[in-house]
């Protein structure tokens, strides 16, 4: 196995252990019995295949302010989002439009277009965190051109 292989499973498996019913993130200094859950499972979810000669991540927070939209885009990385404040709307190309709240989480794959990404709300601010998941050195979005018969619609 290549170092960056051996790697990539040695931080799986340390991130899937932490990521389980690890003692230091499930319980408190409670009287014996009494258990506090700290860490708990916002989503699972399965990666594209990745070469893993490059692999990256970026961490991203992103503000809307009441009304605000992004134009359509696409992220050739896997992103996984999760809503700190307020909510989303987002739709990407060949799924339903979907309203996130905050604490609820999504995946994108890789150069799914996102028709819509806004904030549900006209009168207050959103914020989300979005993970990306790179194999290579690529911008993290790409401004994707309207479609006709998208003209004019409100996204």
């Excluded at 993130?25 to 399965?46: H, I, V």
């Excluded at 999760?82 to 890789?110: C, D, H, M, N, W």
Aim: hydrophobic share 35%; aromatic share 6%; charged share 20%.
């Amino acid at each position: 196995m290549n170092p960056t292989r051996a790697w990539i499973a040695m931080v799986t498996m340390v991130c899937s252990g932490l990521l389980g019913a690890s003692p230091a993130w499930s319980q408190t200094d409670a009287p014996r019995g009494e258990r506090k859950d700290r860490a708990r499972m916002l989503m699972s979810q399965a990666l594209p295949a990745l070469d893993g000669d490059r692999l990256k991540t970026v961490l991203l927070e992103i503000a809307y302010g009441p009304g605000e939209a992004s134009t359509p885009h696409r992220h050739p990385c896997a992103v996984v989002g999760y809503v700190v404040e307020g909510s989303l709307r987002s739709e990407v190309e060949g799924q339903p439009e979907r309203i996130y709240k905050a604490g609820e989480s999504f995946y994108e794959a890789p150069n799914g277009i996102h028709l819509v990404s806004a904030n549900a709300s006209t009168t207050e601010p959103a914020k989300l965190l979005a993970y990306f998941i790179c194999d290579r050195d690529t911008p993290l979005s790409m401004h994707v051109p309207q479609r006709s018969g998208q003209e004019g619609e409100s996204r």
